[in-house]
């Protein structure tokens, strides 16, 4: 299971395109940039995985190739953790990469180890569970009639609960549509807010508190992550659990401090920003040692969204999939679409990741090989 070469794709899907406030930067978007990496040993054994880019699958591909083709190559696929804890030294050594190059090439190994072994990823992993909820997570959209929506929708397609990424530009604003959004989807369907760090404390406060009387299941990175002090306050005050973590670099080390002095409630971790698999097992783990949640955080794209599904598979702590909407805008990159029904995703029975990465498309898709 020697490493003989590691090959990276830049590629970008101009099937999905994005408005301008979709994503709240003011920047439209003609197509989404993704890398492709694969994994090959010397005995022809492969794997491959998305990787996020960013805006530039050129510029994040150049940056992993420099940087991750001379680390992997000649390694044993199958010393992941050594490969994990060398990487966490080599990259303090004038690498720093962005917190999402390292974490598909962890997943290639995870996915040869299981192909080797015959087994479903998620049984590799430490089967737990067979299914998972799954909720859909919104874009920023341009007012409450359009959240209201939207929420209906998802509602009526089944999946098992709603995220409200609100627009954060006047709190007024954002508390009109929570409300609005509950009204429309009635008391007892779950509801999450994620506004993705846009409030002063005080407005935290304000937004948190309606939340609690609107019957929220939680409320997410209202704060920036590394902002300890002010959500340490934010997560004493309130009741209703806040959660975050997602976009700090350096899993599980940098998630240690926030629950063992309670900057949060409960964390967030994925395999494309998180190091991993095994770097998501390790925060996933750790919050667990302090009977915490680890909430998976959608990965965008459908291949390391399976591995999200394997991950839910493997771990009690997240209690759903969370699947960007609309699911058509992501619905890309897999040769089947992910198993999902009545809200409920179902775990593979093939070995490894169990569905085909659609390569035809890549082909399509590819700007370079690198």
């Not at 090959?7 to 099937?15: M, N």
């Not at 929708?153 to 709603?162: E, S």
């Not at 805008?329 to 409920?344: D, H, K, R, W």
């Amino acid at each position: 299971m020697q490493i003989a070469r590691v090959d990276i794709r830049a590629c970008r899907h101009r099937g999905a395109a994005l408005g301008a406030d979709a994503l709240r930067d003011g920047q439209a978007r003609a197509g989404l940039d993704y890398l492709v990496y694969t994994v090959t040993t010397e005995g022809g054994q492969s794997a491959s995985m998305f990787g996020f880019a960013a805006r530039s699958a050129l510029g994040a591909g150049h940056l992993a190739a420099a940087s991750l083709r001379p680390f992997f190559v000649g390694r044993n696929a199958l010393d992941r953790e050594a490969a994990w804890q060398d990487w966490r030294v080599a990259d303090r050594w004038w690498h720093h990469l962005p917190i999402y190059s390292y974490g598909p090439l962890d997943c290639c190994l995870w996915i040869l180890a299981a192909e080797a072994a015959g087994k479903p990823l998620w049984r590799y992993i430490g089967g737990l569970r067979s299914e998972v909820p799954v909720y859909a997570s919104s874009l920023v959209l341009p007012d409450a009639d359009a959240y209201v929506a939207e929420a209906r929708a998802v509602q009526a397609a089944g999946l098992r609960a709603y995220k409200v990424h609100p627009p954060g530009k006047s709190l007024a604003q954002d508390i009109e549509i929570h409300r609005a959004v509950r009204d429309a989807v009635g008391p007892d369907f779950p509801l999450m807010s994620d506004p993705v760090a846009p409030y002063t404390l005080d407005e935290a406060l304000r937004l948190g508190r309606e939340l609690e009387r609107l019957g929220y299941l939680w409320l997410e990175e209202p704060l920036p992550d590394e902002n300890f002090a002010a959500l340490r306050e934010l997560t004493r005050a309130l009741d209703i659990p806040v959660i975050g973590t997602e976009v700090l670099p350096k899993h599980p080390y940098s998630v240690a401090e926030c629950l063992a002095t309670r900057v949060v409630d409960g964390v967030r971790a994925d395999p494309s920003w998180s190091g991993g698999i095994t770097g998501t097992l390790k925060t996933a783990r750790l919050a667990e040692a302090f009977h915490a949640p680890c909430e998976l955080h959608t990965t965008i794209f459908q291949p390391l969204e399976l591995v999200n599904l394997h991950l839910n598979g493997a771990i009690g702590n997240s209690r759903y999939l969370e699947l960007l909407w609309p699911a058509e805008t992501f619905a890309f990159g897999l040769a089947a679409p992910l198993p999902v029904a009545n809200g409920i995703a179902t775990m593979p029975q093939g070995p490894g990741l169990g569905i085909a990465l659609d390569w035809d498309m890549i082909d399509n898709d590819t700007l370079e090989v690198l």
